[in-house]
C-alpha cells in the first residue's frame, strides 16, 4: 500500500517536474520582457488617464494594465490604489483585468502548453470580458455603491501584495526608449522589476504546478468527459464556461500558475470556452475576494463577484463562437502538458540560455541593493516606494 502511494506521489511530482522544464524558458522569457516594459512605464501617470468609463478610457486601462504585469494579488492591490487615487472603478477594474489576463507571460505559456490558437483566445476574449463588464457595471452599479467602495477603500485596509503593488521601479530621466532601456539605470530596473515579479507569482506558479501534476496523475479522463459532457458537444460548449470558473475559484490558484491546470482541463474535455472562462476567473479565487471585502466592503464585493462571473462566462460564450466559426477550435485535445519529459532537445538549449539570462539579472538586483525590497513586499498600503535610489 505504501508503495502504491509512493508511486502515485512519483509520478505527480514527475509531471510537475517536467511541466516546469518545458515551460521553465518561456516564464523567463515572458518575465524579462514585462519587465522591460515596467521599467519605462511610469506607474504615477497612470491613474490620471483613468478618470472614467469611456471606450477609450478602459482600452487605456487595459493596455495599461498589460503593461504593468503583475500578479493577481499585486494587480488587486494596485487597481485599489489607482482607485483612490481618482481613476473610475470601471476603469480601475480593466485595469485589473489587463495586468493579470492580457499580459505576455500568460500569453507565452498559453501557446506552449496548449497551443497559439489559446493565446488568440486570451487576447480576444480579454477584451470581450471588460466590453460585458463595463455594461453591467452601467447597468448594475449605482454612484452611492461607488461612493461607499471608495470610503471603504480610503481606509486604508491591508490586503495582499500591498508593498510590491506601491513600488515604482521605472526609470527617472529624459531619452528615448532604447536609451534609457540600455542605460545602467535601466539594466539595474528592470532586474528588480523581473525579481519581485518572480517573487511574486513563485507561490501560485508552484502550487499551480503540482495540483496540474496530482490530477492528471491521479484523476482518470473518464471522469473529466462526464464531468465536461464531451459526449454533447453542444450540451459541452453551454456547460463549460459556466463550470470552468468554479473549478477555478475552488482550485485557490491564480495567475499564470493555472494554465498547467487549463492544460490538463482541456485534455479532459472542457470547451474552448470553459478553458478561456477559467483562465479568467482568476480574480475571483476566495482569498483575493477576501481582498475585495477588505478594499470595498461586503455589497461592493458581491457585485464583482456577480458581474465578473457574468463577464467571464459571456466572454467564454463568445470566444466560442467566434472560434468555432472561424474554425479556430483545436481539433486534438494532446497537451504538452501530458507528455512533458525532460529531454535533450530544444528546450533544453533554450533552458540553459534564459537561466543564464535570469542569473545575470539576478545578480544584478542583489549587487544594487534588492534584497531589501523582498522585504518590503507585503508593506502597507499607504507606502509609495519609489527605488530609483537603488538604480544608480
Known sequence: MEKAVLRALGHALALAASMTWEILWALVLGFALSALIQAVVRRSTIAG???DDRPRTLAIAAGLGAASSSCSYAAVALARSLFRKGASFTAAMAFEIGSTNLVVELGIILALLMGWQFTAAEFVGGPL???VLALLFRLFVRSRLVEAARQQAERGVAGSMEGHAAMDMSVTGEGSFWRRVFSAQG???ISHVFVMEWAAVLRD????LVIAGAIAAWVPETFWQHFFFTGHPGLSALWGPIVGPVVAIASFVCSIGNVPLAAVLWSGGISFGGVVAFIFADLLIVPILNIYRKYYGTMMTLT???TFYAAIISAGYLVELLFGAAHLIPAHRNSAVMHAV????YTTWLNIVFLGVGALLVARFITTGGIP???????APDAEHNHHGHCG
Request: no cysteine; charged share 5%; aromatic share 8%.
Open 129 to 131: 470580458m471588460i466590453v
Open 304 to 306: 464583482i463577484v456577480g
Open 373 to 379: 525590497m523582498l522585504r518590503m513586499m507585503g508593506g
Open 49 to 51: 488617464l483613468l478618470g
Open 187 to 189: 539594466f539595474t530596473s
Open 342 to 345: 525532460i529531454a535533450w532537445n
Open 205 to 208: 506558479l508552484v502550487l499551480g
